[in-house]
């Protein structure tokens, strides 16, 4: 049925753990295996669909959601940016919307730009663009372009489950590999390791760092938070792997949650460490717009007796609210706590040597591509 498209709750709630609130929902029941227990609309749209129980116990037959896979043929792939508080001003998203399903993404409202939802239909409708590879090589031979270290993986995770098949990372990489341009990669998944044989000779030439995003070391908690990302050994594993081929790898702890993640901080750091990390970071939970009543829910059926323990201090760290978005606070907070958060880490790091050097990318290297159609110069 279609209603008028619903208000999500004010950041001043905060509703008790025995309520019935959204933990019985029918999307969270056909959810199995995946983190969001919400579908709501996105903001820009006019009417909101959504289920609801009958009450005649049918719920078990409904099948459980599957995932959907449309093509897009872009027609640019490079993504500028211009924010102060992040070391990159150009990006690659080669896949929309993220199978990992990490319940608290930042990235979730963008498939509010596209008439989906930022809960379920984020971690179910992915959007690949199989030009991705031609489109990179096009704008890297303009005449007008500047290389500059690219990023991949800050929004949605290039090696999501749909990478095994689709290849299209690789294929970007070996783009990146023919004009010796730098780039860096952050993802949560070992897949990774599988193109160790393009990442290691770039390593080489110093234009390639790898970051892999480290939560929890619980496997339980990781399972519940990021259901189809690799367990925390496996990211481990990788960090050790990259590690040995000469590649220069980073445990990014993104992000720390208040009083259900913080207290790792240091046995995350002392992991990664000891599997070769030489760098780190860390980014506070972001809840911008839709994740945060997404994360609440997910608080509320996984861990609701630490319901208003977690929001209580993630709102001290946010001038009271949920997010704030201001350049300089929005990755790391603000107040007492945050400072403490601050303090932690950098003491670790001092602990354990992380952090001590930390080489550019070299952009000298680069070479024009040729190829795919690109004209010749005449000399």
């Known amino acids: 049925m279609a ?38 609309a996105g903001r820009y749209e006019k009417e909101s669909r959504d289920s609801f129980d009958d009450g005649w116990g049918s719920l078990d037959e409904l099948p459980p959601l599957k995932t959907h896979v449309q093509e897009e043929r872009a027609r640019t792939i490079i993504t500028r940016n211009e924010s102060p508080d992040i070391s990159f001003d150009r990006s690659i998203n080669p896949y929309r919307g993220c199978e990992h399903g990490c319940i608290y993404c930042f990235a979730r409202p963008s498939h509010a730009y596209i ?12 959007t690949v663009k199989p030009n991705a590879a031609e489109l990179l090589e096009r704008e890297l031979s303009s005449p007008s372009y500047s290389p500059r270290t690219i990023a991949i993986g800050t929004n949605t995770d290039p090696y999501q489950p749909i990478e095994r098949e689709r290849k299209l990372m690789r294929e970007i990489l070996s783009v990146l590999d023919r004009c010796n341009h730098p780039v860096g990669i952050v993802t949560k998944s070992a897949l990774v390791l599988r193109d160790l044989d393009i990442l290691a000779p770039m390593a080489e030439r110093g234009l390639v760092r790898v970051a892999l995003s480290v939560t929890t070391l619980d496997r339980k908690l990781a399972r519940a938070m990021e259901p189809r990302a690799a ?18 790898t980073s445990v990014m702890i993104a992000p720390v949650i208040p009083a259900l993640t913080d207290s790792e901080m240091e ?18 939970l972001r809840l911008p717009i839709e994740v945060s009543p997404l994360f609440r829910d997910w608080l509320l059926r996984h861990r609701p007796d630490s319901f208003r323990h977690v929001m209580n201090l993630i709102r001290s760290m946010r001038g009271g609210k949920d997010y704030d978005a201001q350049w300089g606070k929005r990755m790391r907070g603000d107040g007492p706590y945050a400072k403490q958060l601050a303090n932690r880490f950098a003491l670790a790091c001092k602990r354990l040597g992380l952090n001590r050097s930390r080489k550019s990318l070299t952009t000298e290297l680069f070479i024009p591509p040729t190829a795919g159609g690109v004209q010749l110069q005449l000399f």
């Open 3 to 40: 209603i008028p498209a619903h208000t999500h709750p004010t950041e001043t709630d905060l509703p008790d753990a025995s309520e019935e609130v959204l933990s019985a929902s029918v999307n969270a029941h056909r959810g199995r295996g995946r983190a969001a227990g919400l579908n709501m």
């Open 115 to 126: 008439g989906l939802s930022p809960g379920l239909d984020f971690e179910t409708h992915l």
């Open 267 to 284: 046995r995350i750091l002392e992991a990664a460490c000891e599997n070769g990390a030489t760098g780190a970071g860390y980014i506070l």
């Open 231 to 248: 367990t925390p050994a496996k990211r481990l594993e990788a960090i050790r792997g990259l590690s040995q081929a000469g590649i220069p």
